[in-house]
């Protein structure tokens, strides 16, 4: 078995394998063999090509996930017990080690600072090597302006004179990935097999009418992986155009008409006059209220010019709102989420030509745009097609992890099941 059989006198080996079970560690054991025969190393370690086929890690986070496993020696070989110690601290260790570990994985130039280029190289390697979107149609500017978004909502609060640029502290790191939960998915889950649903690799199959000018389109795929990551992976199969206002006009009725045969949850996207997109994600069908409904499940969301997810924070209940046909100021006629009435943390109006958005203690979230009074240039809303997992409409409240229930053994898996981010 090459090098599967470690010694004994280890002591880093021996404490990892302890994390494992013996089914689990003679797994590990058949799937290092395997890729070990095939790396040409005389079957002792496994090599960087062979190890980013398999995992399907291409590119700069391929080469950096191998530099780490292999604890940074630079001899090209991943063992048996490196294997081991990696996947038991990145798999199977505390919230706060398996984050460090991702922390690591950042530093792409392993210059032991996360600088923005090296947050740069990780989007870039996501949306190219990773997930492999690339469309023929989109300029390399439009791509640059998407990794831009992603970019922007990280805070570089570290001036330490061993760095030419300003970096990332800890603390950074972790409020990027709570805005950017897709990221976080992604980066925790690298190592589970390609062929089991890794958690932060799927993207929605956007489908649209036949006739739809895709250029009118705002929900991009890099968009709709960002949307996706605060949704199980039963939400991200089929999302389907179900209004948009360039083709069915700026019209509350005809969006309440398209939308109302659509029993599931919605995800509604507004660019505004100025340029800025956002939106939210509605659990809950949108039907005439003349108060807040709603499930926990609801959260509002930027998309551009950044990218950012604001999830409920359970101060209060006020997470989804449709007033229709009300002559009582109390009682606004339009959609909107969170914050409290005619301050609303976004809102549009039943005309559908204007609209408002404040901070709200919902979603914890701050003005969407530029300024709290919004002018829709664009709406759209996608159905979202829900899979067997979860029955239609359900209100579940509490933790990310009680609402995802069915996600439990993969977010074990990326170490986020103890956390409520």
């Known amino acids: 078995m090459g090098n599967a059989q470690s010694p004994p006198n280890n002591p880093q080996y021996v404490s990892a ?17 395997s890729l070990a025969a095939q790396s040409q190393n005389n079957a002792n370690s496994i090599s960087l090509s062979v190890f980013q086929s398999y995992f399907k890690l291409h590119g700069p986070i391929g080469e950096r996930m191998f530099d780490l496993i292999t604890q940074e020696r630079k001899d090209q070989s991943l063992t048996f017990e490196d294997l081991v110690i990696a996947k038991a601290t990145y798999e199977k260790g ?49 791509d640059q302006d998407i990794v831009n978004i992603f970019l922007s909502a990280a805070n570089f609060s570290v001036h330490d004179e061993g760095s ?3 970096t990332l502290s800890f603390e950074d790191f972790r ?31 956007l489908l649209t009418s036949k006739g739809i000018d895709s250029n009118i389109i705002l929900l991009r795929k890099e968009y709709a992986w960002h949307i996706g990551g605060a949704l199980s992976q039963h939400e991200l199969e089929d999302w389907k155009l179900l209004y948009h206002s360039a083709v069915n006009g700026h019209s509350f009725n005809t969006f309440l008409g398209h939308t109302s045969n659509h029993a599931g949850p919605t ?65 606004p006629n339009g959609i909107g989420f969170g914050g409290r009435v005619n301050h609303f943390g976004l809102f549009i109006s039943a005309n559908f030509d204007q609209g408002h958005t404040f901070s709200c203690s919902t979603f914890g979230s701050p003005c969407l745009s530029n300024t709290s009074r919004i002018l829709p240039e664009v709406i759209e809303c996608w159905g979202v097609t829900q899979g067997e997992a979860q029955g239609k409409n359900d209100a579940v409240k509490g933790t990310v992890l009680e609402r995802f229930k069915e996600d439990r053994n993969m977010l074990n898996l990326v170490g986020l099941a103890n956390s409520s981010e």
């Open 17 to 33: 394998s302890r994390a494992f079970t013996q089914n689990e560690l003679r797994d590990l054991n058949s799937l290092f063999n």
């Open 94 to 142: 505390t919230k706060d080690e398996i984050e460090e570990f991702i922390f690591r994985l950042l530093d792409i130039s392993g210059d032991n600072f996360v600088g923005k280029s090296d947050l740069e190289s990780v989007v870039i390697s996501i949306f190219n090597d990773i997930l492999c979107i690339k469309d023929p149609e989109v300029t390399s500017s439009s």
């Open 267 to 331: 995800v509604l996207i507004i660019k505004d006059k100025e340029g800025n997109i956002y939106g939210g994600y509605a659990s809950q069908p949108w039907e005439r209220h003349a108060e807040f409904y709603g499930d926990m499940k609801s959260y509002i969301f930027q998309l551009n010019p950044v990218a950012s997810i604001f999830r409920p924070t359970g101060a209060n209940n006020n997470l989804q709102w449709c007033a229709v046909n009300f002559t009582s100021e109390e009682i």
């Open 175 to 205: 409020r990027w990935c709570a805005r950017l939960p897709s990221v976080r998915k992604l980066l925790g889950s690298l190592l589970i097999s390609p062929d089991s649903g890794r958690p932060g690799f799927r993207i929605p199959n």
């Open 164 to 166: 030419n640029e300003e």
